[in-house]
């Protein structure tokens, strides 16, 4: 090699050693920004993780029913993450190592987190209010791992879901995601008030208080969480091509009066990221009428899997009859806040991108601060519908478009007349965000 090259060539090795080293490393899902704004730092309480196994008997089996056939049944299994407040044990270790899948199923991930594997849950306080996690399809239940940590460390109890037959490894036909994204839902609230009953003999037993119940969706489960708080579907997604045998999305179509008298009034909140369904008459005005619960909207203003303006921002607007607010990330795709930060594993030993980095990233936004928004923004959600803390609306009364508000901070720190930036954000970092308000139509509530 001439002389003049080799400098160029040890950079080169170098860099790709770098990048190797970086790539074996656990991608961690704990990470605030010194940006992030002010709610996303992590609670004052420790955090313990376990994993539970759940199965609801007889569910209808979508995918061995054919239509015009009886529906078969089924014991439908579950595999759920749960985080909660802990108490660490003398030189316990914190720091969870979550082991899962890529995308694709045969790519390993390690992710790390702040919570300590088995910790006894914290003796003092609660009962706790209750968090439910629900991915995309595909998905995992560790896809929003960081949100998980993070509720826990503020005093929920956060259960996140592997939704059978919507995983990485166990992806089938959209038809049993359809039907059964909102039955899951519902299923695991039902199964974490059974083991939090006083005399269960489990370790939630006492310590959740399921009548203060939140919901988070992503995509398919944003879908999911609009249906359960009396999003009906339409009955045009009813007859819908692709979709469940023997007409079964009726059970929680707008147009039955059984599923309106269904709904359930533990769920006091939710929050709905890039939600489904919209965009291809899932649902109407009249089905998203029926919605009085409290709404978060979350959406990239480009999403192309769930749609923004005909997408989420149309269900934003014809959900009259609640309290609502449309987060919008300008310029983001559909993996807006969610998806915790890209694994690794999804970078090949030069850096570029395998199968699942799509899964994660987006092409304008980084990652890892639309997690810090969300954190902030669902910590004030939830603490103010689900602890009653009346002063959380401050972080949502906001100049709509972040880049219009004005930063003005005398010497001190202290708040010029002119001040009107978004509360808990730092300077300069509302820009390309939008949040909107709506209030419920008179009566709606």
């Known amino acids: 090699m001439p002389t003049l090259l080799r400098p ?24 605030v920004t010194p940006v992030a704004p002010e709610l996303a730092a992590f609670g004052p309480q420790a955090i313990g993780v376990r994993t539970l196994r ?45 082991r899962t899948i890529a995308r694709d199923p045969s790519i390993a991930v390690t ?46 109890i956060v259960v996140s879901i592997d939704h059978a037959d919507s995983t990485y490894d166990d992806q089938q036909a959209f038809a049993s995601t359809l ?35 939140g919901l988070v969706g992503y995509s398919m489960g944003g879908y999911g969480v609009i249906n359960v708080v009396g999003g009906g579907y339409s009955d ?37 990221i890039g939600p489904w369904g919209m965009q291809v008459g899932a649902w109407d005005a009249a089905g998203l009428s029926g919605i009085r619960t409290p709404v978060l909207y979350v959406a990239g203003s480009v999403d192309d899997i769930s749609g923004y303006t005909k997408g989420v921002r149309a269900m934003y607007e014809a959900t009259v009859n609640a309290d609502r607010h449309l987060l919008t990330f300008v310029n983001a795709n559909h993996n807006a806040a969610a998806p915790h930060e890209a694994p690794a594993e999804t970078l090949d030993a030069t850096g570029r991108a395998v199968i699942g980095f799509t899964q994660h990233a987006d092409p304008v936004w980084d990652s890892v601060r639309m997690n810090n928004i969300l954190q902030h923004f669902a910590t004030a959600h939830f603490d103010r519908y689900l602890k009653d803390d009346a002063t959380r609306g401050a972080y949502f009364d906001v100049v709509a478009n972040g880049s219009e508000a004005v930063y003005a901070m005398d010497r001190e720190g202290k708040p010029l007349p002119t001040h009107t930036y978004w509360k808990g954000f730092k300077r300069g970092t509302a820009v390309g965000l939008i949040l909107e308000h709506a209030s419920p139509a008179p009566g709606g509530r």
């Open 236 to 272: 045009a997604a009813v007859a819908m091509r692709g979709g469940p045998p023997n007409r079964l999305l009726a059970e929680r179509a707008a147009s039955n009066a059984a599923y309106r008298a269904s709904i359930d009034p533990r769920v006091k909140a939710v929050i709905a």
């Open 8 to 31: 160029y060539a040890a950079s080169l090795l170098s860099l790709v050693v770098a990048v190797a080293a970086a790539h074996a490393q656990p991608t961690r899902i704990d990470v």
């Open 111 to 156: 992710l790390q987190g702040r919570a300590a594997r088995d910790a006894p849950l914290v003796a003092t306080g609660g009962p706790f209010p209750l968090l439910i996690l629900s991915h995309g399809y595909p998905g995992s239940r560790y896809l929003m791992s960081h949100l998980g940590e993070n509720l826990a460390s503020k005093g929920f």
């Open 54 to 98: 759940a199965v609801d008997r007889q569910r209808p089996d979508i995918l061995r029913t054919k239509d015009g056939q009886p529906t078969a049944r089924y014991d439908r299994q579950f595999v759920l993450e749960v985080w909660y407040p802990a108490t660490l044990a003398a030189g316990q270790a914190s720091g969870a190592t979550y």
């Open 179 to 213: 039907y059964n994204r909102a039955f899951d839902q519902l299923f695991v609230l039902d199964e974490m008030a059974r083991l939090a009953a006083p005399g269960s003999g489990h370790f939630l037993s006492g310590r959740i208080d399921v009548s203060r119940t």
